[in-house]
């Protein structure tokens, strides 16, 4: 078992009966997906999940998870998730599969999120290893990176996979990935990003988290605030 699987089995043991549970997005999403499957097997398990993204819908649904829509809910009781880059303090980067909105939304509306991980995913600072992506209005797109650009920002919009088309969010917008000074703090990073108009959403998960599962070697760390 690899440390991704150990970290998405750890955190189905906080699964109840009656739980209204947000599944997250990536690869240790998909673990975790596959743990509660399996106890709702074997022990009978009875919940209810809340995708953030249509690959993760369909996963449930093979792994024969009972689905409601984000539109149907209010709040929700656990939501599990990855991350892409996790600081001592717990602030996060996310949305490298371009589901931002669905991921903060969830983040936002559950009781508990608990972001689960291996150690290769520990930062001092967002934007360590991975630049930023930011979830634009199609129409703004040009005009937001000109906004970051003054703010000493680089980078550039996102082009698809086969690299002829630029790429499209699960909501239908562009994603701009920049990098930023690194004497930026994730606080006024957070702010920055919020503060500038046809932003839709963007990946610094910034004051969310309060709970972090971490394996490294097949041992688990519990990181909280
Ligand atoms: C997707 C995410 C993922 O949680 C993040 O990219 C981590 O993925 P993985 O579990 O495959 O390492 O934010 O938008």
């Not at 699964?15 to 106890?39: K, P, V």
């Not at 909105?101 to 930062?123: N, R």
């Not at 790429?167 to 919020?194: C, E, H, P, R």
């Not at 839709?200 to 972090?212: D, K, N, P, S, T």
Request: glycine content about 8%; proline content about 2%; charged content about 20%.
């Amino acid at each position: 078992m690899n440390d991704k699987q150990l970290v998405a089995i750890e955190a189905a043991k906080l699964a109840t009966n009656g739980m209204l549970i947000g599944l997250g997005t990536g690869s240790t999403a998909n673990y975790f997906i596959e743990a509660l499957a399996e106890r709702q097997a074997k022990e009978g398990l009875n919940i209810q999940t809340v995708a953030s993204s249509t690959i993760s819908a369909i996963k449930a649904q093979n792994c024969g998870l009972a689905l409601v829509t984000i539109s149907q809910i209010k709040q929700l009781d656990l939501y599990v998730d990855g991350a892409d880059e996790i600081t001592p303090k717990l602030s996060l980067l996310k949305g490298r599969g371009q589901d931002l909105v669905m991921e903060k939304l969830l983040a936002t509306a559950a009781k508990q999120f608990v972001v689960v991980a291996d150690k290769s995913k520990l930062v001092s600072r967002i934007g360590e290893k991975f630049v930023i992506p930011i979830e634009v209005m199609p129409n703004a797109w040009q005009m937001v990176k000109q906004q970051l650009e003054k703010h000493g920002a680089s980078g550039d919009i996102r082009l698809n996979a086969g690299q002829d088309n630029v790429a499209i969010s699960a909501q239908g917008n562009y994603v701009l990935d920049m990098t930023f000074s690194a004497s930026l703090n994730d606080k006024a990073l957070n702010d920055l990003l919020n503060s500038i108009p046809g932003i839709v959403e963007h990946g610094v998960f910034y004051g969310l988290a309060r709970q972090v599962l971490i394996a490294d070697k097949g041992q688990i760390e519990v990181m909280s605030l």
